[in-house]
């Protein structure tokens, strides 16, 4: 079964209005004829505008960082999945370690978040991922795994398959410190083994899993060469175009 390859950005809080429509056109005109399909992950104000440039291209598509699970009501400043569906935008990044760390989010927020984006048409990347600490003590594997049973694994089948995952070791975000190929091989394997068990081989065989954390230029082919690496989401390095782009293309 062959999988969806998928390379995202995340934009975080980048880019002004201006800037954030400059980069996306830089994007799309660099962009070489391929396969893969390329997410957009921007500040909400962008949605819309990176929506429209990216119309025309049938691979290119745009993501919210957030979203709060309720369809609307008094939950001032927050966005709702509907609303994000509403500006073009078809993904959303959920469970992301600097919204769980410095928004305290937990696990049951990001599952409801999760069934909201699905009951929406939007396509939740789920991020998870071990702090340094599990990572020093050896307890990575245990940690992840509790963080899917907790905000993934009470979606049915059907659901579990419209889902994409990142592994985002949270001690390579934004440090310069990449998981080894064989360490990020490692935990996407583990991932995959627990979606099987939790659901069934085929659920497990057709989920990308990206992975995420210090991908550049220079280390993503050998990361995404992995067996069960299906690509990366690309914080720093994906606010420079051509940085972007050459990740992109390290995606065989
Ligand atoms: P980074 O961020 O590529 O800057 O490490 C990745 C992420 O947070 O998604």
């Not at 990176?50 to 290119?60: D, G, Q, R, T, W």
């Not at 966005?79 to 992301?96: E, W």
């Not at 992840?144 to 579990?160: I, M, N, P, R, Y």
Request: aromatic share 6%.
């Amino acid at each position: 079964m062959t999988r969806k390859k998928i390379v995202a950005g995340n934009w975080k809080m980048h880019k002004d209005y201006e800037a954030g429509r400059d980069l996306a056109q830089d994007i799309i005109e660099k962009l070489q004829p391929n396969d893969h399909l390329i997410v957009l992950g921007t500040p909400f104000i962008h949605l819309k505008g990176v929506s429209m440039i990216a119309k025309e291209v049938s691979n290119v598509a745009v993501a919210a960082q957030n979203c709060h699970y309720e369809t609307q009501g008094a939950f001032t400043g927050e966005i709702s999945a509907a609303m994000v569906y509403s500006t073009g935008a078809r993904y959303v990044i959920l469970g992301h370690s600097e919204r769980r760390t410095l928004f305290g989010e937990s696990d049951a927020t990001v599952f409801l978040k999760v069934k909201a984006a699905l009951a929406n048409q939007l396509t939740p990347i789920v991020c998870v991922g071990e702090s340094l600490e599990h990572r020093e003590s050896n307890s990575h594997l245990d940690f992840v795994a509790q963080q899917l049973q907790d905000s993934l694994f009470g979606l049915t089948a059907a659901e579990c398959n419209a889902v994409v995952l990142a592994y985002e070791p949270v001690w390579a975000i934004g440090t310069g410190k990449t998981a080894s190929p064989d360490q990020a091989q490692e935990m996407h394997a583990h991932i995959r083994s627990l979606v099987s068990k939790a659901y069934d081989p085929e659920t497990a065989a057709q989920l990308s899993i990206l992975y995420g954390g210090s991908v550049k230029p220079a280390n993503a082919a050998e990361i995404f060469a992995q067996p069960d690496v299906d690509g990366g989401l690309i914080g720093g390095a994906s606010l420079v175009a051509d940085d972007f782009i050459a990740i992109v293309n390290g995606l065989q």
